[in-house]
T-cell receptor, first 114, second 111 residues
Framework: DVKVTQSSRYLVKRTGEKVFLECVQD?????MFWYRQDPGLGLRLIYF???????EKGDIPEGYSVSREKKERFSLILESASTNQTSMYLC?????????????FGEGSRLTVL | KQEVTQIPAALSVPEGENLVLNCSFT??????LQWFRQDPGKGLTSLLL?????REQTSGRLNASLDKSSGRSTLYIAASQPGDSATYLC??????????FGQGTTLQVKP
């Protein structure tokens, strides 16, 4: 079975802290994505990656960075967390290159920034 | 710019009813369309993926159709059950490799 695992389901951090959200997939997928989901705003793409060491900005990359050192792992980094980054963060992966195949999501990481 | 709309935002039906959820998109140049289910506080679960060359896909009590020319997709749920209560999202994939999501329809099936 396809599996996308997000390391933390719930996190509480303070303003200004550096936050790492980890995502691992076991399906040998090339594509990996980070979304955030907020009430009334739906899912918004933060960053995505088509391959190791490759990254592309999504629709709302400001305040975030990513790392993909290994094919199976895609990390989202908040360099200096702010309260407006309180959200549900969802990682996803899919097969293929530029054309998105079936997308599989992790369980989500709910981040609260105080 | 691709925009995806799902109407209604919320729907409540009695158990056993057949129902249709709607998804519309503004740019017909899509590669695929995917339907997801999301339970409260959880991630998204893929239900059905329709490639642009296909007209429909079926899985159990679910049937999704795609009409690219009119920019529409429907998700048909037969004989609804309380366990079907969730938010259903559609998303379209284009040549950028990204999926564009609708806002979702929250379904409640009453026993």
């Amino acid at each position: 079975d396809v599996k996308v695992t997000q390391s933390s389901r719930y996190l509480v951090k303070r303003t200004g802290e550096k936050v790492f959200l980890e995502c691992v997939q076991d399906m040998d997928h090339e594509n990996m994505f980070w979304y955030r989901q907020d009430p009334g705003l739906g899912l918004r793409l933060i960053y995505f990656s088509y391959d190791v060491k490759m990254k592309e900005k999504g629709d709302i990359p400001e305040g975030y960075s990513v790392s993909r050192e290994k094919k199976e792992r895609f990390s989202l980094i908040l360099e200096s967390a702010s309260t407006n980054q309180t959200s549900m963060y969802l990682c996803a992966s899919s097969l293929g290159g530029a054309n998105t195949g079936e997308l599989f999501f992790g369980e989500g990481s709910r981040l609260t920034v105080l | 710019k691709q925009e995806v709309t799902q109407i209604p935002a919320a729907l409540s039906v009695p158990e056993g009813e057949n129902l249709v959820l709607n998804c519309s998109f503004t740019d017909s140049a899509i590669y695929n369309l995917q339907w997801f289910r999301q339970d409260p506080g959880k991630g998204l679960t893929s239900l059905l993926l329709i490639q642009s060359s296909q007209r429909e896909q079926t899985s159990g009590r679910l049937n999704a159709s795609l009409d690219k020319s009119s920019g529409r997709s429907t998700l048909y749920i037969a004989a609804s059950q309380p366990g079907d209560s969730a938010t259903y999202l559609c998303a379209v994939g284009g040549n950028t490799g990204k999926l564009i999501f609708g806002q979702g329809t929250t379904l409640q099936v009453k026993p």
